[in-house]
């Protein structure tokens, strides 16, 4: 069990290192520059500032996401490690 656990964590960490990792290539691009090539292909070029407002919400959700998913394997690695740690006996 524990090494399925072991597994499993370091896939989200590798997972949330490559989402952490896309956000700061993201957000030290300037605003102006050309779009990356693998940017979503299904995306609407943006043409006007209603279009410039969404997108600029849609990175801000993003960064608040990546957040969220960060705090939560922080979670869950301490809750791996509580379990990984043998249960010691009160001493009377």
């Known amino acids: 069990m524990s090494d399925a656990t072991t597994a499993a964590r370091q896939r989200v960490d590798k997972a949330l290192a490559a989402v952490e990792r896309k956000m700061l290539e993201l957000k030290a691009r300037p605003a102006d520059a050309p779009r990356l090539a693998d940017d979503d292909l299904f ?3 943006p043409s006007g500032a209603g279009d410039a ?3 600029a919400e849609l990175e801000r959700a993003a960064r608040e996401a990546a957040e969220a998913l960060a ?3 922080r979670v869950i690695d301490g809750l791996i490690s509580d379990a990984d740690r043998p249960v010691q006996e009160a001493e009377a």
């Open 71 to 73: 705090e939560a394997s």
């Open 53 to 55: 407002a969404r997108v």
């Open 43 to 45: 995306a609407a070029v």
